[in-house]
């Protein structure tokens, strides 16, 4: 969520107009994020302001968007709390601003929580759970475009970037993810769409007299269909470590994992492959970190993540497998 496209509030005013969603109050760039150019808008219609949040798509392509967003259509229509996409006259819901294929979404409520506690993990973990069964019918096809096939194209990319340790660590984990994704109880994992990049910042919650209330899942821009258990191990390597060391915290994961399994129970391939995936996890985003660290875009607001992170999180997975949380 940077802003590599500059938006002219007259190209946002045409935009709301074609979607008959009144005048433009306000337009403001968000910064974070390192994928789209995103903006907060606010509208007025009959005396009524409502927020929303514009996306302008700087990598994915007319052809692939579909996929993303009528997966969030199709999670609204089914009860998840997710960004509902806004259609025009024509029921289209992905239209052009400024020449680059775009989206406009409501804004949801509450706030992200960067220091959850295991009360936050848990709802995180329901609420997956209740996502991965909802989209099991969704009839679009599109695979993980940041999963094993682009770790073996990346990898080489960025390796004449590190020193000599990690270059060792990167090879030696895409070997073993290779065989890992050659082996039959992978092949017998359960799929459909995820998410793919569940991080703390992508999940807002309100603050209810019993406790956190999750109030939506949102930047479903990564997602694609692949195996539950990797959107699984994307959460468990963000929500549930310790950030300065990448330790694993076992409350906060015992807490996710029992309540993704009170709602859709692991099966035997899921139980014996989560160690092996949480690695997977951990290299997947030190990979895409240290691509765009070493070969970064312009963008008016634009803070690359730090590699680092991951390489700690993927070196603690490597020494301490993730097998005591398993329920």
């Given at each position: 969520?940077?802003?590599?496209?500059?938006?002219?509030?007259?190209?946002?005013?045409?935009?709301?107009?074609?979607?008959r969603l009144g005048e433009l109050v306000e337009l403001r760039g968000i910064q974070g994020g390192i994928e789209n150019t995103n903006y907060f808008v606010t509208s007025q219609q009959d005396g009524q302001r409502r927020d929303w949040v514009l996306t302008l798509f700087e990598r994915l392509t007319?052809?692939?968007?579909?996929?993303?967003?009528?997966?969030?259509?199709?999670?609204?229509?089914?009860?998840?709390?997710?960004?509902?996409?806004?259609?025009?006259?024509?029921?289209?819901?992905?239209?052009?601003?400024?020449?680059?294929?775009?989206?406009?979404?409501?804004?949801?409520?509450?706030?992200?929580?960067?220091?959850?506690?295991?009360?936050?993990?848990?709802?995180?973990?329901?609420?997956?759970?209740?996502?991965?069964?909802?989209?099991?019918?969704?009839?679009?096809?599109?695979?993980?475009?940041?999963?094993?096939?682009w770790w073996n194209q990346t990898v080489p990319v960025v390796l004449p970037h590190v020193d000599a340790a990690q270059a060792a660590l990167l090879r030696s984990e895409l070997a073993f993810q290779n065989h890992v994704a050659e082996s039959a109880a992978y092949a017998a994992l359960p799929r459909?769409?995820?998410?793919?990049?569940?991080?703390?910042?992508?999940?807002?919650?309100?603050?209810?007299?019993?406790?956190?209330?999750?109030?939506?899942?949102?930047?479903?821009?990564?997602?694609?269909?692949?195996?539950?258990?990797?959107?699984?191990?994307?959460?468990?390597?963000?929500?549930?470590?310790?950030?300065?060391?990448?330790?694993?915290?076992?409350?906060?994961?015992?807490?996710?994992?029992?309540?993704?399994?009170?709602?859709?129970?692991?099966?035997?391939?899921?139980?014996?492959?989560?160690?092996?995936?949480?690695?997977?996890?951990?290299?997947?985003?030190?990979?895409?970190?240290?691509?765009?660290?070493?070969?970064?875009?312009?963008?008016?607001?634009?803070?690359?993540?730090?590699?680092?992170?991951?390489?700690?999180?993927?070196?603690?997975?490597?020494?301490?497998?993730?097998?005591?949380?398993?329920?």
């Open positions: 969520m940077a802003v590599f496209t500059e938006v002219p509030a007259e190209e946002a005013s045409r935009l709301l107009a074609a979607l007319h052809e692939q968007l579909p996929f993303y967003l009528h997966l969030m259509k199709h999670l609204a229509l089914r009860g998840i709390p997710v960004p509902d996409p806004q259609s025009d006259g024509d029921g289209d819901i992905l239209h052009t601003v400024c020449g680059k294929p775009a989206a406009l979404v409501d804004r949801l409520r509450g706030a992200s929580e960067l220091a959850p506690g295991a009360g936050h993990c848990a709802a995180v973990g329901d609420m997956l759970a209740r996502m991965h069964l909802a989209a099991r019918d969704y009839a679009r096809q599109q695979p993980n475009l940041r999963g094993l096939a459909g769409p995820i998410h793919a990049d569940l991080f703390r910042d992508n999940v807002m919650f309100e603050q209810g007299e019993a406790g956190p209330v999750l109030t939506g899942f949102f930047d479903f821009y990564f997602a694609g269909v692949d195996t539950w258990l990797f959107d699984i191990a994307v959460c468990l390597n963000d929500w549930c470590v310790h950030l300065p060391t990448g330790a694993h915290v076992p409350e906060r994961a015992r807490a996710f994992l029992q309540a993704y399994a009170a709602r859709r129970p692991l099966s035997w391939a899921e139980r014996r492959l989560l160690p092996a995936m949480a690695r997977a996890g951990a290299l997947r985003f030190w990979v895409s970190r240290l691509w765009d660290l070493h070969l970064p875009r312009q963008a008016a607001l634009l803070q690359p993540h730090d590699p680092a992170h991951f390489e700690r999180v993927l070196r603690q997975r490597v020494a301490c497998p993730l097998t005591a949380c398993i329920p």
